[in-house]
């Protein structure tokens, strides 16, 4: 008897030891955190342009080689990003990660497919006199709108993440397009 709850007990320390031992992808942790994501974007010294304005339709995070789609984002949501400068910022969200280390965020665009010239794009430019043009960005609609920097989610804790756009460098005339490039970056702030 005795025997047998030896072995029952060193089967049971051998079994916890091994999944307490079981290495972890780098830069994961056990456990979830708060990501507080703001938006703003860099002046503007275009003085025609009245508006810059983007409509996110999903907001993803890199981890472990694979795009998540973050479900506490309610979509379709469009900012004028002339309205986020010079300190202004917005609150896309507060979202609930898997903690860790990331260095990419992506947002999905609804923008039009080249070619098209929508009546109601989601992402548009506004001039003075209120005419619009669309506003393109080159496979934005299949891979998003990418923003690199490197940030923390830790462990029932926060991080707070600024997607800060500069339209001065991102937006383009090509031929008759107006194309968003991505110069967009993450900056972290306490």
């Not at 780098?26 to 703003?40: I, R």
């Not at 503007?44 to 080689?65: F, G, K, P, R, W």
């Not at 910022?89 to 010239?117: H, K």
């Amino acid at each position: 008897m005795k025997k047998l709850l030896l072995v029952t007990i060193l089967a049971v320390l051998a079994v916890s030891g091994a999944s307490c031992g079981q290495e972890q992808s780098p830069g994961t942790e056990t456990g979830t955190g708060t990501l507080k994501l703001y938006l703003s974007d860099a002046p503007i010294d275009t003085e025609n342009v009245t508006a810059v304005n983007i409509t996110i339709q999903e907001i993803q995070y890199h981890l472990n080689s694979e795009w998540i789609t973050c479900e506490e984002y309610a979509g379709n949501q469009t900012y004028d990003l002339l309205e986020l400068t010079g300190g202004n910022i917005t609150l896309l969200g507060d979202f609930t990660l898997p903690a860790g280390n990331y260095t990419q965020i992506r947002f999905i665009l609804d923008i039009p497919e080249m070619g098209q010239n929508p009546a109601n794009p989601g992402c548009y430019i506004e001039f003075d006199g209120n005419s619009t043009e669309p506003l393109f960005v080159p496979s934005g609609g299949e891979s998003g709108y990418k923003a690199v920097g490197q940030f923390t989610v830790p462990v029932n804790g926060t991080v707070k993440v600024t997607a800060d756009f500069d339209v001065r460098e991102a937006v383009h005339l090509a031929a008759s397009h107006y194309i968003l490039k991505p110069t967009i970056k993450l900056i972290v702030s306490d």
